[in-house]
């Protein structure tokens, strides 16, 4: 284990939630002096830890602890049956692993998504130095899995691979083809590529009971919620 204890972390002033308007929200970050090292990444993700861009981080609200980190346990994961029919519906789809780069392809996919499903949030609108700052890092564990038909571009999951599993960072999708469902598709198919590789989990981010908007994040199951400090099932 690294000594996480000889780690710096830096808590922000009090900013609005992104989530809950009414709250005022504290984050914790890793010293960003601090090498983006795989292993301290993979231990601090078993703290509820997350990676955005160059950083490493977490809630630490003093008023509120809404923001419960989730993983889905790959190997005891089982589809139910909406979920068996996504994955059917996408079998057609090709999926490739590549190195996170930007470019326009991927920007005008991720500027529609974005102007389409969440306009009503902090990433809009959308800009190309957002989306570098955000998602494109030339990190060693780190991926893009684009999702192709016939080479077009549907969707594109950032994704780290990190020893104790694979931690999905953000996934954009075309919103014109809802039909497909392809954002839970994604979540699906990197369930599958954690056992491929033989890997422990899914981690999933934050989950808030109140937020609508997260409420796909319980559908699948088993779910594992980081709570008093311990990974525990829920129920």
């Not at 994704?159 to 694979?166: F, K, R, S």
């Not at 779910?223 to 990974?231: D, S």
Request: with cysteine; net charge positive.
């Amino acid at each position: 284990m690294t000594e996480l204890a000889r780690l710096k972390f830096y808590a922000t002033q009090p900013h609005p939630c992104s989530y809950l308007p009414e709250e005022q929200a504290t984050t914790l970050f890793l010293d960003p002096s601090q090498p983006m090292d795989v292993r301290v990444y993979a231990e601090l993700s078993e703290m509820g830890f997350r990676r955005s861009g160059e950083h490493l981080y977490r809630p630490h609200c003093q008023q509120c602890s809404a923001c419960i980190p989730a993983r889905i346990p790959a190997r005891d994961f089982q589809p139910n049956r909406q979920q068996r029919r996504i994955l059917k519906r996408n079998e057609d789809l090709q999926v490739q692993a590549v190195r996170p780069v930007f470019s326009e392809e991927y920007y005008a996919l991720y500027a529609r998504y974005i102007e389409r499903r969440h306009a009503d949030g902090d990433m809009y609108p959308p800009s190309r130095e957002q989306f570098s700052t955000f998602l494109v890092r030339e990190l060693p564990f780190s991926l893009f899995y684009e999702f192709r038909l016939a080479g077009r571009l549907l969707a594109l999951a950032v994704t780290d691979v990190l020893p104790n599993g694979l931690s999905a960072i953000y996934t954009f999708y075309d919103p014109d083809e809802e039909r497909r469902s392809l954002g839970r598709f994604a979540i699906l198919w990197q369930i599958g590529e954690t056992t491929r590789r033989n890997l422990d989990a899914v981690y999933l981010g934050y989950w808030i009971k109140s937020c609508r908007k997260m409420n796909y994040k319980t559908q699948y199951r088993p779910i594992e919620l980081f709570v008093n400090q311990h990974w525990t099932l829920l129920t």
